[in-house]
């Protein structure tokens, strides 16, 4: 299933450190490659690693304020928190699923545990 982590409005101008989300995706999976062959707008610098339930990728879009999540819903929460903690608490972000099915705006703060139970009350 693929999720999704985007700011919510204008950015003005920020973007993600891609450098700091690197490392915080190698510090969870190992053997993490990096493909950063402009592809499209959406999969300008792809990440694929090994988890437990086999191959997974996340990709960044090319403005740097959304970042795709091909993972399962544990891992795609955690990715989301680092965006988060990445992000200028002064800009909205968005949680959501490929589906729609939930849709939650990201307040700076927020703990793993409790996106995880607003993930389980929307869904």
């Known amino acids: 299933m693929t999720f999704l982590v985007v700011v919510d409005g204008d950015a003005d101008g920020w973007r993600i450190d891609r450098d700091l989300l690197t490392d915080a995706i190698r510090a969870r999976w190992s053997g993490v490659e990096i493909n950063s062959t402009h592809r499209s707008e959406v999969r300008s610098l792809v990440w694929e690693f090994e988890t437990e339930y086999g191959p997974r990728e996340a990709y960044l879009h090319k403005d740097g304020i959304c970042l795709y999540m091909d993972v399962w819903e544990e891992d795609a929460i955690w990715l989301a928190m680092i965006f988060r903690r990445l992000t200028p608490t002064r800009l909205d972000l968005v949680f ?25 009350a929307a869904g």
């Open 96 to 120: 959501c699923d490929e589906g729609y099915t939930f849709d939650l705006r990201l307040q700076a703060g927020t703990t793993e545990a409790e996106l995880t139970d607003l993930v389980n």
